[in-house]
Each structure stands twice: as C-alpha cells, then as structure tokens.
C-alpha cells in the first residue's frame, strides 16, 4: 500500500501524462428526480436513533450506512430549489437580486427563496449505500467557522449537518463566529440554535481569520474526530460515516468528502466528475486533477475507490482530534485566509499521515469568485506570505520554485515573523524531506531543481559565456565544454558551480563571485519571459535603475553591462 498511490486499495506507481487542473469547480446538473433511489438508505426521520445491524452491545460489526435522509420526504416537494433544482430569479426581483449579491458573492435572493432544510438529490455513485461501516465508529464534532455568512445560507448548512448526520455520531456543532458584523448573526443566531442542543456557538471578540478560528473551536470540541466545514455548505446523504470509517481505520489520516457544486448563480446542486485528486501547482495554486483515463482503465478503478491526495482543498474535512494537536495544528502564525491547507497537507504526509477523498462522501460548496468580507490587511500580501511561511518549512531547497513562480516575491520577501516553533516541530516529528514528499506523494509535479541549464549563447555574435579560472571570456560555443555549462536558478541566478555571474566583477565589466543563495542584487531577468516583449531574450539586472542588460561589446567583443536597447541582438542571449 505505497503512499504513491493514487487510491488506498490500488497499486499504481506512476503517473501518465496529465490534465489540465483548476481550482474553480464546474459542475454538471443531477438528474431532476432523485433516481438514485437507494433501497438500503429509507427516510428516516430526523432524530431517530440509526438502526445498528442487529449487533448487540457484546460485539462489534459491521452495518451499512444508514444516513439520516430526509431527502425523499421533503418538507415542502414544491418550494423553489427543492431536490437541489436550479431557481430563476422572479422578474419583478431581478433589482434585488443584482443588489444583494454583494452580500454574500452569490444569488443571496434565492438562498432566501429555498427552504433552509431542502432535499438534494443523492449523487453518491452506485454502491455507495451498500457499503458497510463499523459499528463503534468515532464521534465527531463538526467545526463551522464564519464570517458575516448569509442568514440562510448559515442555516442550510447547519440543518443539513443535523439532518444527515446519525446522531450517535454527531458529538455537537461548534459555530465559530469570527467577530461578525451582522446584527443577525447575534442574539437572533443564539435563539434560533438555541432549538437544537447540540449546537453551540463561540463568538469570538476579535477577528481571528479563519485558521485560528477553527483553532479556537478545536479547543472546546469534545467530539474523537473534528470535522470541519465551510458555512456555506450542503451535506448529502450518507456524508458522515464513510469520513468517520476512514479515520477509524487509520488515525493518521485526513479524510475528505467529494466536494460539489452549489451554483452561485441559481443555487442548483450540482455533482462533479468522479477521479479527481486534489493538488497544486507552482506557487503553491490548489486545483484538481483528473487520473488519467489509462490509469483508471488499466487499474480497473471503482467510482467508489477511496482516492490518495497530495494535498486537500483545506475547507472539508475529518480528523482525529489528538492527532491534529499531535500535529501541532495549524500554524497559528498564518493571517486570515489561505495557505493553511497546503500546510496542514505537507504536515500530513511528510510526518507519516495520508490525506485521501472519500468518493462516497459527498458535500455541496458555494464557489464564489471574490471573498465576501473584508481582509484586516491587503489581501494578496496576506496570502502570499502565509505561502512563504509555509514554504519555509516544508519545501526545503524547493521553496526556490515557489519564489521563482511568484517572481515579485524576489523583490519585496514578505516579513514571515518567527519560524522557529514551526522548524521544531518538524524536527520533533522526525518528518520527511519535501524531495521524499516528491518522490512518494505527488511524483507528477514538475519540480525541476534549477529554471534552465545548458549554454549562454550571444545571439548577435553566436559566441558563448565560459568560466576561465574566475573570469568570463567569450567563446566558440561547445556543448561539451563543461566551462560553458550554466544554471539559471529559480532565484535567477546565473550560476556555474558555486561561482555567480554578477553584473559587475573585479574589472569594472560582468564577472563571477561565490554564490551566496539569495541574492536579489546578483538576479537576472530573461525577459523572453517578462511582460516587456520588446526585451525578447535579454538578460536583464533588474535591481538597477534604469535596469541595465548584458551585451557584447561590438568593437572589444567582450561581456559588457549597458543601457537595455530592444531588438538588439548583441543584448540577445
Ligand atoms: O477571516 C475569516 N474568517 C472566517 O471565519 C475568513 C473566512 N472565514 C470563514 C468563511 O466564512 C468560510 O466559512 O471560513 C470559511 C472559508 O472561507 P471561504 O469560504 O471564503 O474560503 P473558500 O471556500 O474560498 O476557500 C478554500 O480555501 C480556504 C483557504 O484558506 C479555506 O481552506 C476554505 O475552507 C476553502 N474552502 C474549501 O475547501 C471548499 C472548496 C473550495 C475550494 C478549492
Ligand atoms: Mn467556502
């Protein structure tokens, strides 16, 4: 069972070709009835104890998951959104709707218009409801963090989690309010939840962002596993056993449902493609990833095989709760939003735990283009130095691809704070390398060790760069000649060996000097991949005003740094 899986159950090991990957889902409208009747999974009514299989206390077993399901007896069969359909907005509403969208980045009209308790369809694949769970499975606390979340959005989410969860399994519902500003989400919150016992609501006194928020609510839960949720949410049936299955099975693992598709737009249900594992790419983008259709054939995989992740999406989730404390967390030092699941995900693996999706646990997410609330600080910049944190410590030498793709980022390096709890902590976890974590987890990412390497060739004089003894000189290019072997490093630097071609060396023109890693003042641009087109292929010292190129003088024939001229292929390289 090699963590380089793709699937608990399947042995795969390498990975054909790849996909395009997003992080903004689409997804496809469910069937308009709920034909996936599911024989097993009958209406239950809310609040009756799950039947357990005939197991006496004497043994534990096995049962099917018998997930509370008020999908098939709905409330109300012919109010607006009902089964997850799409709604249209009233002719006479389209003002309004236009007009509150803000409040939420979604059709908040029709959130309204829907019940807080409709049915969804149940878009699990077939099998799903067969499947056996045991019976002493873990409870759980489920942690809902929000800020300033729309009224009946808020509602939809809790009432799905109280409706489709057993309640054997459900410990409580921590509500985490990050300082709210919404009158309604005050008094009014605390009588309405005051209804359901075992929801609970902190309200915290300051603005916490949402990973210390969650922390904050980690804290009080009583619940063997945390599972932790957007406030924007709609659980389907049968979404709780399968987490709490995979987690009882294994600890040291972070089980994710199958996240879907509320539109933002008509607020319809909808399901998304089976086979798609989370990842990222450079620098550090969350996005899935669809297993190749070879591999799915050839492995004969299941739409119900359980599916390895090198890292999660960072809303969904199920973990043990001492193991997360184990884990030391999240690190508490990152701002708001962002970057916490890469964090937790690299932790997971690196320090012996997996992260995997469960397909026959399926939850709905409002994907909206732009946060709804306010960030204490500028946005980006939060974002991109809680990155930078997390690169820090877990990416080891490869963080230089993550700085090389943010290539601002070598400019102005955010101010991190101490990193030095987090560096413990890795130590004491005796973690992985990141290069194991390549290797292991997620060999399917380019993560080449420098930019580009070979030959720095002089377009207007063919000539090429060697290194002689420590100077540059001028020559016949030679692929064989070691002496003209370069680097162009993620932080871009020219580099042969430990030596560094620096814009201006001991005799007033470029040279080389021992590379001391980071060093903004020794980067070079190539501006082939620039946003200035004009400055195709030069090589560029972007620290000095006005930014100066390297060029070969055209009486000396000699390395030279001057005044950048387009379309000059004497600057060309
Ligand atoms: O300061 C804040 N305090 C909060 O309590 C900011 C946010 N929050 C709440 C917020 O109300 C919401 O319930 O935290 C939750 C997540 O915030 P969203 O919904 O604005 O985030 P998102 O859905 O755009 O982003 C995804 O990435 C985030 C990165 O920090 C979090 O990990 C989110 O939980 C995560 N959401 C998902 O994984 C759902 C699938 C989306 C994707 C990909
Ligand atoms: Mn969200």
Redesign the pocket.
Known sequence: DSVGNFTGSQELRRVLGSNGTS?TRTGTAVPRTPSRGTPGAAAVEPGAAPEHGGQGAAGIGTHRVLAMDVTLAPRDPQAPGQFGHPVAVPEDKQEEARSRWKEGNFNVLLSDLIPVDRAIADTRPAGCSEQQVHDDLPTTTVI????D?VWSTLLRSVHSVLSRSPPSLLRELIL?D?FSTKEYLKEKLDAYMSQFPKVKILHLRE????IR?RLAGARIARGTVLTFL???VECNVGWLEPLLERVRLQRARVACPV?EVISDKDMSYMTVDNFQRGIFTWPMN?GWKQIPQEVIEKNKLKETDIIRCPVM????FSIERKYFFELGTYDSGLD??????MELSFKVWMCGGEIEIVPCSRVG?I?RND?P?SFPKDRVRTVERNLARVAEVWLDDYKELFYGHAYHLLQRRPELGDLSQQMALRDRLQCHSFRWYLQNVYPDLAAPPVKASGLLMNVGTARCIAVQNTTLALQACDVNNKAQHFNYTWLRLLRHGELCVVPVGAAGAPGLRPCTGWESSLAWRHSSMAARPELAEHLVVQHQHPPACLLVHRVLLALRLGACTATDRYQQW
């Open positions: 992080a809902m963090c929000f800020v979340e985490v990050d603005r916490h962002g949402l928020a957007d406030s924007h996240i969350f999406a960072g809303g969904l708001v939003w962002g970057g916490e699941n997410h994907f946060n609330y």
